[in-house]
C-alpha cells in the first residue's frame, strides 16, 4: 500500500520562497518509481510540474530555473523547492507517485497514486 502525504504549503509573498515535502511510505522507496509533483489552479487543469524517474527530471518551462525537485537518499521524501515564486504559482500541488512506466508520463491520468494536496498562496 503507497501512501504520500504533503505538507509545506502556505501563503508567502512573490519573490520568497516555499519547500513542499511529501512522505512516502509502503513500496515507494525502492527503484523503478516515477515520482512528481503537480498542480492545480482554480478553473485551471491539472499540470506537471517537475518529476523524477532514477536521474531523469523534469520541469515544466513555467518553473524551470525557479523551482528545485529532489529526492532523500531512501527516496522515502520528496521535496519541491519553489524559489522566487509568482502569483500564478498559486495552486493546490499534489505528490504523485507510480511504478507501471519507464520514465515519468507528462499527464496526470497515468499516476496511480496521490496525495491529499497542499495549498500554496503566493500574494503580489
Known amino acids: 500500500q503507497v501512501q504520500l502525504v504533503e505538507s509545506g504549503g502556505g501563503s508567502v509573498q512573490a519573490g520568497g520562497s516555499l519547500t513542499l515535502s511529501c512522505a512516502a511510505s509502503?513500496?515507494?522507496?525502492?527503484?523503478?518509481?516515477?515520482m512528481g509533483w503537480f498542480r492545480q489552479a482554480p478553473g485551471e487543469q491539472r499540470e506537471r510540474v517537475a518529476s523524477i524517474y532514477g536521474p531523469r527530471i523534469y520541469y515544466a518551462d513555467s518553473v524551470k530555473d525557479r523551482f528545485t525537485i529532489s529526492q532523500s537518499n531512501a527516496k522515502e521524501t520528496l521535496y519541491l523547492h519553489m524559489n522566487e515564486v509568482k502569483p500564478e504559482d498559486t495552486a493546490t500541488y499534489y505528490c504523485v507517485a507510480d511504478q507501471r512506466w519507464e520514465d515519468c508520463p507528462p499527464h496526470y491520468l497515468n499516476y496511480q497514486h496521490w496525495g491529499q494536496g497542499t495549498q500554496v498562496t503566493v500574494s503580489s
Open positions: 509502503g513500496t515507494v522507496g525502492r527503484d523503478g518509481y516515477c
